[in-house]
């Protein structure tokens, strides 16, 4: 009964010290749930998917402007300009462009599971070579260096679980209900990641 109540309290501390979500991460959901219930209206009959398509791809562009910045400069760290300009426009209009092209709404929702899984691949490649090169870059504060390898292993979790999320979500939910979720997901994220770093911090911390 004891541990369960310690359990309980560090759950609440740890909600407690999670930092406010960033106004940014907001607005691309907003632009979203705006959109969608209009372009849904204006539809005609059999254009839903269009509509879900349009709606998806103006908010996903908030989402990428908006983070365009941090982009530039973690490529800029590793790349020559033009290298730079070039990989940033493929970052950013490449997925635009594709998922326009193919204008099927399960492509954009299969999109988000493709970022988990690269993403996730990513710190599974650094945690099998028992490299730190992913978290490092997530993470270059001095300050973070001793919790790296633990993030690193947290961090696939944290893509494997955010996947079968979206996943098992697209088959439970109608298509509207899918983009309610990835609105507010931003924030679902922030939240995951916060909890999940504070969590190794203070594991970890204990362990020494």
Do not use: K
């Not at 979203?32 to 398509?53: D, H, I, K, R």
């Not at 998806?56 to 983070?67: E, M, T």
């Not at 955010?162 to 509207?176: H, K, W």
Request: charged share 15%; proline share 6%; with cysteine.
């Amino acid at each position: 009964m004891r541990q369960t109540i310690r359990r309980l309290r560090l759950l609440v501390a740890l909600f407690r010290a999670v930092p406010p979500v960033p106004a940014r991460n907001l607005v691309s959901g907003a632009v979203l749930l705006a959109v969608w219930p209009v372009l849904s209206l204006m539809a005609g009959p059999g254009e839903e998917g269009a509509a879900f398509v349009t709606a998806f791809l103006v908010a996903l562009a908030f989402r990428i402007a908006l983070r365009f910045d941090s982009i530039l400069s973690h490529l800029l760290r590793e790349l020559s300009r033009i290298e730079t300009v070039l990989t940033a426009l493929l970052i950013g209009l490449g997925p635009l462009a594709l998922l326009a092209t193919l204008d099927d709404p399960l492509w954009c929702q299969r999109a988000q599971s493709a970022w988990y899984i690269v993403l996730g691949a990513m710190f599974l490649s650094d945690m099998l070579a028992g490299r730190e090169d992913m978290a490092g870059r997530f993470w270059p504060m001095a300050e973070m260096r001793p919790y790296l390898a633990p993030l690193t292993r947290s961090m696939v979790l944290f893509c494997l679980t955010f996947l079968v999320l979206n996943e098992t979500l697209i088959r439970a939910l109608p298509p509207g209900g899918w983009l309610v979720f990835w609105a507010v997901l931003p924030v679902l994220t922030h939240v995951a990641l916060s909890l999940m770093i504070l969590s190794v911090v203070e594991i970890w911390d204990r362990r020494d």
